[in-house]
């Protein structure tokens, strides 16, 4: 284990693939849409989209404890 470092477990089921890592907002995604469109008009890779959702997610749950 490295020192100064934690590990943030993510609940599964966490929506990362439907939310909006910029607005927040969720929405339906199906498997075979590779972009995330989201109403306030942020537009992003589907994979990109979710990685950033997990990261928030981490540092908010880092942030928590
Ligand atoms: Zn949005």
Do not use: H
């Amino acid at each position: 284990m490295e020192q100064g470092k934690q590990l943030v477990k993510i609940d599964k089921w966490f929506p990362s693939t439907k939310k909006c890592s910029c607005c927040g907002a969720e929405k339906p995604m199906k498997l075979f849409e590779r972009t995330y469109e989201c109403s306030c008009g942020y537009v992003a890779d589907r994979d990109y989209n979710s990685a950033i959702n997990i990261k928030n997610e981490g540092l908010r749950l880092l942030a928590l404890s």
